[in-house]
C-alpha cells in the first residue's frame, strides 16, 4: 500500500524553476504524533499525523469545522466531498482571476477542472479529519514528507512548512500549489506538446507535468518511456473521468466558508454570509458586501474599497480588527448610502507608502516573488533603482509593504519593510530606471490603436475629442485607476487638452497596444511670437523656475501696446524653437538679439 502512496497519488512537489541547492534532509514523519492510516476514498487515505505540532488545532477546528473529515460518521463521504467541492471551486476562481482578471470563463472552467484532478491525484481531496482519539489530523503522505491536500514537501519546501502554514492551512496549501502550477499553466501555450492556449486537455497535461517533474519536464506527458509517465497517465484519468462529481449533489452550491476571507490572509473569516434587512452596522467592524467590497460604516456612509486585499487602506477612515470581517447582504447594504474609493488614493494618504510610477532604491538584495508571499522567481540587486509596478499592503496596524518591480525582465513583488522598518528596505529615488515599465510625466507616446484613443475631461470622463493612430504628444499627466493600474495620460492634441486610456499593467502589459513611449522626443522645429497676453519673462537656463536667468528677455504683446500708448519702442518677439516641451518649458532663440534660454510654453503663441 505504501508503494501504491509513492507512486501513484502522493507524489511530492519537485519544481525545478525554484529548487534549493540540497534538498532538507528532513526525517521521515518529522514532527508527526499520533500517526493513524485510513481508508482509500476521498476525503481519508492514509497517514495523518496531529495537526498540533504546527497550529492550534482548537482554531483550527473553529475556521475549518465544515471541511474537517469525520471517520466515525456516516455518509461523510458524501457531505465532506460536498463541502470541500465548494471550497476548491471558489478558491481556484478567486485565484486565476487576481492572477488574470481579463480571464474568460471557458478559462476559469478548465483551470477549475485541471486543479480538482491534480487535488484527486495528490490526496484524493484528503486534508482535515478527526478519528476519535482527540487530536484533530491532517494528511501526510510520502513517508510523512508530503503534507496536506496538496502534498507539499517538507524536503523541498521547509521553511514553508515549517514557519508559513502552507502545510497545515488548507486555503495556504493550495494557494501555495497553485503559484508552481500557474507557472506551467502560462508557459504550456507556448510548447510543442500544446497546440494553442484553447488546447485545454494538453495545456492542463503539460503544467502537471511541470508542477510534479520541474519546469524543464513540461512536456514529459508526451513520452510515454518517461521514467515518471505514470504519473502523467494517471493525472489524465482523473481529468478525464472526474470521479468526484459523483458525490457532488449540488456544483453551486454557496461554500461553507469565506475563501476570499482566508486567501487574503485573514483568520476567524465567518462561515457563511448574510444579514438581515434590518441589521444594524456597527462602526469600526470590517464589512464585506456581497459583490466583494471591503467596507467601513460611519455616521451612515458606507466607506469602500474594490477589493478585500486592500482593506488595510480603510484605517483612513477608522480603526478596525482585520481579522474579524462581517459578511453583509445587499438587503442590508441598501440601508446605507455608500461612497467607493479607487486604491491608488492609498499611496498618497498613508505616510511613506509608495505609489504605482514612482521609483525606489533598494536597501538590501531582496526575494522577488510571483505574489507579494508567493513562489520565489528571483533577487532584486541592493541600491539598484526600480519602478513600481504594483503595491500591496498587509496588516492594518505595521502596515507591511510589497512592491511589485521588474527585474531582468521578470516581474514580481519584493518585501519593503512596514512602518517602523521601510527606510532598511527601500527609499525613493530620483534617479533613472533601466528597465522604465511607466512613462513619466514629459515623456512622448506615439497613439498605436488603430481607431485612436478618445480623449476625455478626466480619466472615463466625457469625451472632448479624439488622439488618431500616429500622433504624437507630450504626457501632460499620469492617472492610475482600479486593480489592474490602468493608466490614463493627459495630452495635448491640436489645442485640445484630454485623457486617455494607456492601457493597464496586469495581470498582462497592454500599454504599448493604446500608445507607445517614444524613446526620443520628435521634434520640428517651428517660429513663433512672444504671447500677447505676456509683458516680458526672463530666458532661464534650464526647464525650471528655480533655474538661473540668462541675462536675456522674451518681449511679449502686453508690453508692445503699453508702448504704443506711452512710446517706448518695444515690439513683441519673435522666437525659434530649439527643443522639444519638457515640463511644461520650451528653449527658444530670440531672434531680436539671438538670446537663448527657456521659457514656459503659455509665453509662445506658434505661427
Same mark, same amino acid.
Given at each position: *500500500? ?46 495523518? !499525523? ?7 488545532? /482548537? ?21 465532506? *466531498?460536498?463541502? *470541500? ?8 476562481? &478567486? ?86 502550477? &500557474? ?14 492556449? /484553447? ?8 503544467? &502537471? ?37 459523483? &458525490? ?206 478618445? *480623449? ?85 537656463? !534650464?526647464?525650471?523656475?528655480? !533655474? ?14 503699453? !508702448? ?44
Amino acid at each position: *500500500m505504501q508503494s501504491k502512496l509513492i507512486w501513484g497519488l502522493l507524489i511530492t512537489l519537485v519544481i525545478a524553476s525554484n529548487q534549493l541547492l540540497a534538498v532538507n534532509k528532513t526525517a521521515d514523519y518529522w514532527k508527526c504524533e499520533h500517526k493513524v492510516g485510513g481508508k482509500w476514498r476521498f476525503g481519508e487515505i492514509p497517514n495523518a !499525523c496531529d495537526i498540533a505540532p504546527f497550529a492550534d488545532e /482548537s482554531q483550527v477546528s473553529k475556521m475549518f469545522t465544515p471541511i474537517i473529515f469525520d471517520t466515525k460518521a456516516g455518509n461523510e463521504t458524501d457531505r465532506y *466531498m460536498q463541502a *470541500m467541492y465548494g471550497v476548491i471551486r471558489d478558491l481556484s476562481a &478567486y485565484y486565476i482571476k487576481s492572477r488574470k482578471s481579463n480571464v474568460s470563463a471557458t478559462e476559469i472552467k478548465q483551470w477549475q477542472q485541471a486543479v480538482f484532478a491534480i487535488a484527486h491525484q495528490e490526496s484524493f481531496w484528503s486534508h482535515y479529519r478527526t478519528t476519535g482519539d482527540g487530536h484533530l489530523k491532517m494528511l501526510r503522505g510520502d513517508y510523512g514528507h508530503g503534507h496536506g491536500l496538496m502534498q507539499i514537501d517538507d524536503r523541498w519546501h521547509y521553511l514553508k512548512v515549517k514557519n508559513e502554514g502552507v502545510g497545515w492551512h488548507l486555503i495556504n496549501n493550495l494557494l501555495y500549489a497553485f503559484d508552481i502550477y &500557474y507557472v506551467g499553466w502560462q508557459k504550456a501555450p507556448s510548447k510543442s506538446c500544446v497546440s494553442s492556449e /484553447s488546447s485545454w486537455r494538453n495545456r492542463s497535461r503539460a503544467a &502537471y507535468s511541470a508542477y510534479n517533474g520541474g519546469a524543464s519536464k513540461i512536456c514529459r506527458f508526451s513520452n510515454s518511456n518517461d521514467r515518471w509517465a505514470k504519473n502523467d497517465k494517471n493525472f489524465v484519468s482523473k481529468y478525464d473521468k472526474q470521479s468526484w462529481l459523483s &458525490y457532488i449533489d449540488d456544483t453551486n452550491q454557496t461554500a461553507q466558508i469565506n475563501v476570499t476571507c482566508f486567501a487574503e490572509g485573514n483568520n476567524n473569516c465567518p462561515l457563511n454570509g448574510g444579514g438581515s434587512n434590518n441589521e444594524q452596522l456597527a462602526e469600526g467592524q470590517l464589512l464585506q458586501l456581497e459583490d466583494g467590497a471591503v467596507c467601513l460604516q460611519k455616521e451612515g456612509t458606507l466607506h469602500c474599497l474594490a477589493d478585500i486585499e486592500d482593506a488595510p487602506c480603510l484605517s483612513l477612515i477608522g480603526t478596525f480588527d482585520e481579522s474579524q470581517i462581517q459578511q453583509v447582504s445587499n438587503q442590508t447594504e441598501h440601508n446605507y448610502q455608500r461612497e467607493t474609493y479607487d486604491r491608488h488614493l492609498c499611496p498618497s494618504v498613508l505616510d511613506n507608502v509608495y505609489a504605482v510610477g514612482q521609483v525606489i532604491k533598494l536597501q538590501k538584495a531582496t526575494n522577488i516573488r510571483a505574489t507579494a508571499s508567493g513562489e520565489k522567481v528571483g533577487t532584486a540587486t541592493q541600491d539598484k533603482n526600480y519602478q513600481i509596478i504594483d503595491f500591496v499592503l498587509k496588516d492594518v496596524n505595521s502596515l507591511k509593504r510589497y512592491y511589485k518591480i521588474r527585474h531582468n525582465e521578470i516581474e514580481g513583488y519584493v518585501y519593503a519593510g512596514n512602518n517602523d522598518s521601510h527606510q532598511d528596505w527601500a527609499i525613493l529615488s530620483t534617479e533613472e530606471v533601466t528597465e522604465q515599465v511607466i512613462p513619466n510625466v514629459g515623456d512622448w507616446v506615439e497613439i498605436s490603436a488603430a481607431n485612436g484613443i478618445n *480623449m476625455r475631461n478626466e480619466p472615463a470622463g466625457d469625451k472632448v475629442g479624439t488622439a488618431a493612430k500616429g500622433v504624437q504628444a507630450e504626457i501632460l499627466d499620469i492617472q492610475v485607476r482600479t486593480r489592474n493600474n490602468r493608466l490614463y495620460y493627459k495630452l495635448n492634441v491640436n489645442g485640445v487638452e484630454g485623457y486617455i486610456y494607456g492601457g493597464w499593467l496586469q495581470p498582462d502589459n497592454s500599454l504599448n497596444n493604446w500608445a507607445k513611449r517614444l524613446t526620443e522626443i520628435p521634434f520640428n522645429t517651428r517660429t513663433g511670437r512672444a504671447s500677447t497676453s505676456l509683458w516680458y519673462t526672463a530666458l532661464k537656463s !534650464c526647464s525650471d523656475q528655480s !533655474c538661473d536667468n540668462t541675462g536675456n528677455y522674451l518681449i511679449g504683446g502686453a508690453l508692445e501696446k503699453a !508702448c504704443k500708448t506711452f512710446g517706448c519702442g518695444y515690439t513683441t518677439d519673435e522666437v525659434v524653437e530649439l527643443e522639444a516641451s519638457k515640463n511644461g518649458w520650451l528653449k527658444v532663440k530670440v531672434l531680436r538679439d539671438n538670446g537663448i534660454g527657456w521659457v514656459k510654453k503659455s509665453a509662445v503663441d506658434w505661427n
